[in-house]
Structures are given as C-alpha cells and as structure tokens.
Nanobody
C-alpha cells in the first residue's frame, strides 16, 4: 500500500523558513517522480515543484522559484521541500504526491501558515 506522510508545517512570520518532509512507503521511492502541490483556503490545487529520478532534474512554479528547493533522499525514502523567504501567499495545505501504477497518491498534508 502506497503511503505518503507529510510533516514540518507550522505557523511562521513572513521572511522565515521551513522544511517540509514527506515519508514514503509501499513503493520503490527511488524509481518515481515526486512532486509537491498546495491548496490555499478556497482555492484549487497549485503545483509547486517536481523532482525526477535522473540527474537531479527539478522544476518549480514561478511563484516559488528562487525561494523553494525540492530534494529527495532515496536511502531514506523521503522527499523534502526547503522553503525560504516565506510570504503570506504561501499559506496553504502542502501535499506530496506520487503517481504509481497510473494512480495519483497524496498524503494527508501539512499546514503552512505565514502571518505576522
């Protein structure tokens, strides 16, 4: 059974940093593309970042490029999202996702709130 468990969310002030983690199990983590998405209150799901399995390719939404860094530790089956210079508009429920056997799997999410 595929399981994704996010953690690391918190309430922080603008300009501060957070690192989110996503512990994966039930599939061969190193073989799959992983991504972070987020959903702000009253809005749809927004793609944030993707990391591929080869050559460390990563992609970012324009809104987070230069501030967020996605990474993965295949030995620990864990996905990370380092978030710097946080802004109030980054407030959202953050999810990690994996598409395994044609099915998109998502964890329960971790809440990030940026407010002064």
């Amino acid at each position: 059974e595929v399981q994704l468990v996010e953690s690391g969310g918190a309430m922080v002030q603008p300009g501060e940093s957070l690192r989110l983690s996503c512990a994966a199990s039930g599939f061969t983590f190193s073989s799959y593309v992983m991504r972070w998405v987020r959903q702000a209150p009253g809005k749809g799901t927004e793609w944030v970042s993707t990391t591929y399995t080869d050559h460390g390719r990563t992609y970012y939404a324009t809104s987070v490029s230069g501030r967020f860094t996605i990474s993965r530790d295949n030995a620990k089956n864990t996905l990370y999202l380092q978030m710097n210079s946080l802004k109030p508009e980054d407030t959202a429920l953050y999810y990690c996702e994996a598409v395994v056997s044609g099915t998109t799997h998502r964890g329960q999410g971790t809440q990030v709130t940026v407010s002064s």
